[in-house]
């Protein structure tokens, strides 16, 4: 009987290649400034795209909170209003794969755009989807508790009443105190974990773990000019949200577009 020698692997052993880890490049407001120009640029390339994106997010956020009111969950419809730009990065799926080829001048349609989006699905996005929306989970459930720790004798038979409640008595001061720390805890997480991972498992060949890692990275390496970019994203949508939402069909995709310019120049090019 022959038999191998010692050490050497057989002829058809393929040993997977950990992928390296990308540099993470140091930014300032400059790439911010740079960033927000060539989005409102990708905007304005395809407008009506981009505004589809932005229009299906407002109507999402419209019957939401229209099924909040029809279900009497009134207490819901703030949090739920200041949460919901948690999923934003997931929802601009479309705008960075349309800045992907805007950028790298290809030529492409609805049915383009549409088919990279729903083969995400066989990828690592779907994970990406998961955390986003567990950690929105954790958002409601919080407030949920917070409200009924400070707010356990109030009754909310309208919305005038909720808001009159939390805006203008003492409980409600120490509600607004507790959910905004905590939200803004919440955001930062959310935000270092998805502000490049989103973008990166759109444009690599990699697992969402290292997209993760790769955006606290990137945070953790530029504090100021991401904790400012991420600052400029929730005071506009926010803002975006004051008119029924509709605000959104424009900043959503100028949003989403940048945060596309930003990735690009936060994380360099590597082998794929």
């Known amino acids: 009987m022959t038999s191998k020698a010692a050490g050497s692997p057989p002829p058809d052993n393929h040993t997977p ?3 390296a880890m ?3 490049n140091n930014l300032t407001t ?3 400034t740079a960033s927000l120009k060539a989005g409102f640029s990708d905007f304005l390339a395809r407008p009506v795209m981009s505004g589809f994106f932005g229009l299906f997010y407002a109507v999402f956020g419209i019957l939401f909170v229209w099924c909040l009111i029809w279900l009497g969950k009134i ?4 949090p739920a209003a200041v949460g919901f730009p948690l999923v934003a990065p997931f ?6 794969e349309m800045s992907r080829r805007l950028q ?3 030529s492409f349609g609805w049915s383009e755009i549409l088919a990279v989006m729903a083969n995400q699905r066989k990828r690592e996005m779907g994970w990406m989807a998961f955390v986003t929306l567990f950690i929105f989970w954790i958002w409601t ?3 949920r508790l917070w409200l009924a720790i400070t707010l356990q004798n109030a009754s909310f038979s309208n919305f005038d009443s909720f808001l009159n409640t939390v805006f203008f008595t003492p409980q409600g001061w120490t509600f607004l105190a507790i959910g905004t720390c905590v939200g803004a805890i919440l955001s930062t997480v959310l935000f270092s974990v998805t502000v490049v991972a989103m973008p990166m498992l759109l444009d690599w060949e990699t ?5 993760m890692l790769t955006s606290i990275r990137v945070v953790t390496q530029n504090p100021v000019v991401m904790l400012s970019w991420a600052a400029i994203i929730s005071v506009t949508m926010l803002l975006s949200m004051i008119p029924a939402f509709l605000g959104l069909i424009f900043t959503l995709p100028i949003l989403g577009h940048t945060t596309w310019h930003l990735y690009q120049r936060a994380v360099s090019p590597a082998e794929k």
Request: charged residues 10%; glycine residues 6%.
């Open 17 to 19: 290649q950990q992928q």
């Open 22 to 24: 990308p540099e993470v």
């Open 30 to 32: 400059a790439d911010i």
């Open 75 to 78: 207490w819901m419809i703030i």
């Open 91 to 96: 929802a601009a799926a479309g705008l960075y």
């Open 104 to 106: 790298s001048g290809e």
């Open 141 to 143: 459930y919080q407030i």
């Open 207 to 211: 697992n969402f773990v290292s997209a």
